[in-house]
């Protein structure tokens, strides 16, 4: 890979981490060691629910699954090596790990931004035209905005990470950030990276603020049409189904904007590490806590699973 280049003397890149402090290192460890494993059982419980559970065989759960599938592999390309430089003096990656990571990162971003965008779609046609909503969202329409998602995000990766991997690398090698993100590997190249700068705001456009805006009209859509639900148990029913993407859409694309959608500063300071910690490793553990603690299906799903393991006849609760 790009170690073979003839301007490229860098072969490993030294990380700082997440702060400097020594004594905080374990401190750290034990947390983000605590945040990553409630992650892989948060997002593994709930491929499983919706597998096991008839009653979750609909879109809204196929693409929950998606994105707990998502978030396993996402939080896995970054938290495992965090863990390690935790505890280890040297915090190094080699060349082609770090554009590994870099590669992994933006194609599993980009596929969450498309799919949030499906499953705001999902609760717009539940919500707004309710009679039609079999009709429309049929298996074969989920299957193609699940592909279409994750071709969109392999696209956009292979975009930023061949373009990376034009530039040289001829040191320093010390990145001021806890894993390879595509603003830090820039900061470190040694030919103008300006090219590079102008592709992801463009990218950005597509796959960031497009999917974003559309997402904010299909809630003002939501919203209004919540609005008008006579009942006000109706409403507060329809209302806590899409609360919890509310909550998802603004903790992801808020900081993905705030550290992607700035022209011409790529700066990676301390506050944009901390940004990163959220969409990183903050908002894929709480995705499954956001969706299932407010969702009933969820519960009974859950319930229903646990009393029929325990021989209690699954009638007999309803
Ligand atoms: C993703 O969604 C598609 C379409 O709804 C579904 O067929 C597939 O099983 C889901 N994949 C996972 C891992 O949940």
Redesign the pocket.
Known sequence: MGHTRLNTTVHEFILVGLTGCQDMQIILFVVFLICYLASLTGNVLI?LISRISPQLHT?MY??L??LS?LDIWYTSSIVPKMLIHFLSVKKGISFDGCFTQLFIHLCLGGTECYLLLAMAYDRYVAICSPLHYTTIMHPAL??KM?SGSWIGGLANSLIHTIFALQLSFCGPNIMNHFFCEMPAVLELACTDTSLNKTVIFFCAVFVVMLPFFLILITYGYIISSILNISTSLGRQKAFSTCASHIIVVALFYGTIIFMYMRPGNTHVANQDKMATLFYSVVTPMLNPFIYTLRNQDVKAAFLGITRKKEGVNKNTYK
């Open positions: 491929i879109p196929l693409f699954s998606n599938f989920c299957i699940a």
